[in-house]
């Protein structure tokens, strides 16, 4: 790319920093840096919740798996959406009215159970961390299309969402979020549009496909399912899942300042997404009809901006996938940072701070997860996977005492614990190939063990506890 490309894309990372830092002047407490106040309209709820699932999964993961696998490559992206509503049915009115600041805080409530508390939250605080390794890979592929050192690239773009949110916390991460998201809506569906018009439409696509690689149009690669229904359930089950438990998103549920803006932003951030995620499957698409198979598909997108646009429009794009990847670290940043100050300090081992002091082990905290994700991501690879691999463990775990905690009444601390205790073990077990249940993921399997544990323990030992 041109270094007129770079200086753009840079600028753009220091107008996103400097947003980060004007935001500082509305942290006045801990809970200002935590929760944003709870203050935050639809509006700004909104673009908070559709920021922290629009990030390089959904942008370039899109792009990849539909170059590969077609249309039905727009799975994932189609069910973070989905997720988002269904998080707006299930429990984000109801999550809200607690007045919580996190999803252990729900656990301990609900179950009586400090150890059920910090069990959750580690568990959820491993995931956040493998979670932001995989934004900091991404911010290697995307800043190294300037010819930036991916070592360095990586170094500079960690380290201006980590000062930014160690800086002003929630509001930071909510404000920036918006800008971000206003680049991403005008440069995501510009390079599908690119890609679309040079590879002649949608129509000059199937006939480029079908006179190059008759083989994919028969295995339908055009169709939703094609021959890969299985993939539908492996990227939208997980997603959800994952959605209805996660701190990232309940954060922002509990910024908001009511439990009516909590269902509203959860409704529309998750249309935004589900309109969106179009566009990058488009692009991978036009990638397929363009380069062939000989490029990589992670690479997809990235091939489509330096080949086919032009340079402002290319520098434009290029700004938006680096918003999507700051948008959701920084998400991750302050639910990890919720995780290890509220979660584990205060409430695990007992620490009294004072509102001030809170706020700077808050700080504090968020440098640390930052640094951590980024060492780890740069340095020891088998560490982020191992870190990644507890997105399932918490996943297949939590989600069970969590989301059926809230309607049925029965569920006990003892059940809570073998629950997550049995599905995190078992999704682990499955994801190492230990065992197969059909083709289901292993997330899915966990959570199934999950279930049986915590009714059958729950119904062995039960209490009087009344759903929330």
Same mark, same amino acid.
């Given at each position: 790319?041109?270094?007129?490309?770079?200086?753009?894309?840079?600028?753009?990372?220091?107008?996103?920093?400097?947003?980060?830092?004007?935001?500082?002047?509305?942290?006045?407490?801990?809970?200002?840096?935590?929760?944003?106040?709870?203050?935050?309209?639809?509006?700004?709820?909104?673009?908070?919740?559709?920021?922290?699932?629009?990030?390089?999964?959904?942008?370039?993961?899109?792009?990849?798996?539909?170059?590969?696998?077609?249309?039905?490559?727009?799975?994932?992206?189609?069910?973070?959406?989905?997720?988002?509503? #269904?998080?707006?049915?299930?429990?984000?009115?109801?999550?809200?009215?607690?007045?919580?600041?996190?999803?252990?805080?729900?656990? %301990?409530?609900?179950?009586?159970?400090?150890?059920?508390?910090?069990?959750?939250?580690?568990?959820?605080?491993?995931?956040?961390?493998?979670?932001?390794?995989?934004?900091?890979?991404?911010?290697?592929?995307?800043?190294?299309?300037?010819? #930036?050192?991916?070592?360095?690239?990586?170094?500079?773009?960690?380290?201006?969402?980590?000062?930014?949110?160690?800086?002003?916390?929630?509001?930071?991460?909510?404000?920036?979020?918006?800008?971000?998201?206003?680049?991403?809506?005008?440069?995501?569906?510009?390079?599908?549009?690119?890609?679309?018009?040079?590879?002649?439409?949608?129509?000059?696509?199937?006939?480029?496909?079908?006179?190059?690689?008759?083989?994919?149009?028969?295995?339908?690669?055009?169709?939703?399912?094609?021959?890969?229904?299985?993939?539908?359930?492996?990227?939208?089950?997980?997603?959800?899942?994952?959605?209805?438990?996660?701190?990232?998103?309940?954060?922002?549920?509990?910024?908001?300042?009511?439990?009516?803006?909590?269902?509203?932003?959860?409704?529309?951030?998750?249309?935004?997404?589900?309109?969106?995620?179009?566009?990058?499957?488009?692009?991978?698409?036009?990638?397929?009809?363009?380069?062939?198979? %000989?490029?990589?598909?992670?690479?997809?997108?990235?091939?489509?901006?330096?080949? #086919?646009?032009?340079?402002?429009?290319?520098?434009?794009?290029?700004?938006?996938?680096?918003?999507?990847?700051?948008?959701?670290?920084?998400?991750?940043?302050?639910?990890?940072?919720?995780?290890?100050?509220?979660?584990?300090?205060?409430?695990?081992?007992?620490?009294?701070?004072?509102?001030?002091?809170?706020?700077?082990?808050?700080?504090?905290?968020?440098?640390?997860?930052?640094?951590?994700?980024?060492?780890?991501?740069?340095?020891?690879?088998?560490?982020?996977?191992?870190?990644?691999?507890?997105?399932?463990?918490?996943?297949?775990?939590?989600?069970?005492?969590?989301?059926?905690?809230?309607?049925?009444?029965?569920?006990?601390?003892?059940?809570?614990?073998?629950?997550?205790?049995?599905?995190?073990?078992?999704?682990?077990?499955?994801?190492?190939?230990?065992?197969?249940?059909?083709?289901?993921?292993?997330?899915?399997?966990?959570?199934?063990?999950?279930?049986?544990?915590?009714?059958?323990?729950?119904?062995?030992?039960?209490?009087?506890?009344?759903? #929330?």
């Amino acid at each position: 790319m041109s270094g007129f490309q770079a200086w753009v894309v840079l600028g753009y990372l220091a107008l996103v920093f400097a947003v980060g830092v004007w935001a500082t002047r509305f942290v006045k407490s801990s809970e200002d840096y935590l929760l944003a106040g709870r203050r935050l309209g639809w509006v700004l709820a909104t673009a908070a919740l559709a920021a922290t699932h629009f990030g390089g999964g959904f942008v370039v993961g899109t792009g990849a798996w539909a170059y590969q696998y077609g249309l039905s490559g727009i799975a994932y992206a189609l069910g973070v959406g989905l997720s988002l509503l #269904v998080l707006a049915v299930v429990a984000a009115g109801r999550m809200r009215r607690l007045g919580l600041v996190t999803v252990p805080d729900y656990l %301990e409530h609900r179950y009586q159970s400090k150890a059920v508390r910090v069990l959750g939250a580690a568990l959820s605080l491993f995931a956040i961390i493998g979670i932001l390794g995989a934004q900091v890979w991404a911010s290697q592929g995307a800043l190294s299309l300037l010819g #930036v050192d991916p070592t360095k690239a990586a170094v500079i773009a960690s380290l201006a969402f980590i000062i930014y949110t160690a800086a002003s916390g929630l509001w930071g991460a909510t404000l920036t979020d918006v800008v971000q998201l206003a680049v991403i809506f005008i440069g995501i569906p510009l390079v599908a549009l690119g890609g679309l018009q040079a590879a002649g439409g949608w129509a000059g696509m199937e006939a480029t496909l079908l006179s190059n690689e008759p083989a994919l149009i028969e295995a339908g690669y055009f169709s939703w399912v094609g021959d890969r229904g299985v993939l539908l359930v492996a990227a939208i089950i997980p997603t959800v899942m994952y959605t209805l438990i996660g701190q990232d998103f309940y954060q922002r549920l509990f910024a908001a300042k009511t439990d009516r803006i909590a269902v509203i932003a959860a409704t529309m951030a998750g249309l935004l997404l589900m309109v969106y995620a179009a566009f990058p499957a488009i692009t991978g698409l036009s990638a397929r009809a363009l380069f062939g198979p %000989e490029i990589d598909p992670s690479q997809a997108i990235a091939t489509v901006v330096t080949e #086919v646009l032009g340079v402002w429009t290319a520098a434009v794009v290029l700004g938006a996938i680096i918003a999507a990847i700051l948008s959701t670290a920084d998400s991750l940043l302050i639910a990890g940072t919720a995780h290890l100050t509220h979660d584990i300090a205060k409430k695990g081992l007992g620490w009294s701070p004072t509102d001030k002091q809170m706020l700077l082990a808050s700080r504090f905290a968020t440098v640390l997860i930052g640094l951590s994700a980024l060492v780890m991501a740069l340095g020891v690879q088998a560490i982020i996977e191992l870190l990644l691999l507890s997105y399932t463990m918490y996943a297949a775990g939590v989600f069970i005492p969590v989301v059926l905690g809230l309607y049925w009444s029965r569920g006990t601390s003892q059940g809570a614990m073998a629950g997550i205790l049995l599905g995190a073990v078992v999704s682990v077990l499955a994801a190492m190939d230990v065992f197969v249940v059909g083709q289901w993921p292993p997330i899915v399997v966990g959570a199934g063990a999950s279930l049986l544990a915590y009714l059958s323990v729950s119904l062995l030992w039960p209490n009087r506890r009344q759903p #929330v």
